[in-house]
């Protein structure tokens, strides 16, 4: 089970960066104005949808005015409360991205024919390192050695 923790986060590297972004542009960009709007539009006690669809408009186009106006109003909390709902239902899809993107089996993404056949240069008694027929990275077979320099190469070879 280890070897899917760690293929999801290598997989996900760049992709943790992008999703903390795109958090924080919704937490501003959305959030305030949404918090804001149900805010001015339950003032009077019961909700009033024609002064939430009033102000929602204005809101989103001045996400940062309408922090100051959250925290004017003294409605911060109900921007919090928002932020903690969206970011919950924010983590589900992102782990549910994050158990998809983990690797099927322990030998996914992992070259086929590597070197890890040898040890601290033990192959370059027999391979190159430079130059020759490419077995693996890093390896070549040299064809001016003396001796048997026949390759076998098994696998197959796919026609999309």
């Known amino acids: ?16 960066i992008i999703f903390a972004i795109l958090w924080i542009f919704i937490a501003i960009v959305f959030v305030s104005p949404f918090s804001y709007s149900t805010h001015m539009a339950s003032l009077e006690g019961d909700f009033k949808l024609d002064v ?11 996400p940062l005015g309408c922090l100051g ?15 903690i709902i969206v970011t919950i239902i924010y983590s589900v899809f992102f782990f549910i991205g994050f158990v998809r993107s983990a690797p099927k089996n322990e030998y996914s993404d992992i070259e086929h024919g590597s070197s ?15 130059k020759g027929i490419i077995l693996a990275e890093d390896n070549y077979l040299p064809v001016d050695k003396r ?4 390759v076998l190469v098994v696998g197959r070879i796919r026609f999309w």
């Open 1 to 16: 089970m280890n070897y899917k923790i760690e293929g999801a986060i290598r997989r996900n590297r760049k992709n943790f």
């Open 116 to 130: 890890d056949w040898s040890q601290r240069g033990e192959q370059y008694q027999i391979l190159s390192k430079n």
């Open 69 to 83: 106006n959250l925290a004017q109003d003294g409605a911060i909390g109900d921007y919090f409360s928002t932020l």
């Open 52 to 62: 939430f669809i009033e102000t929602f408009g204005p809101s989103l186009g001045n």
């Open 147 to 150: 001796g048997n320099v026949n």
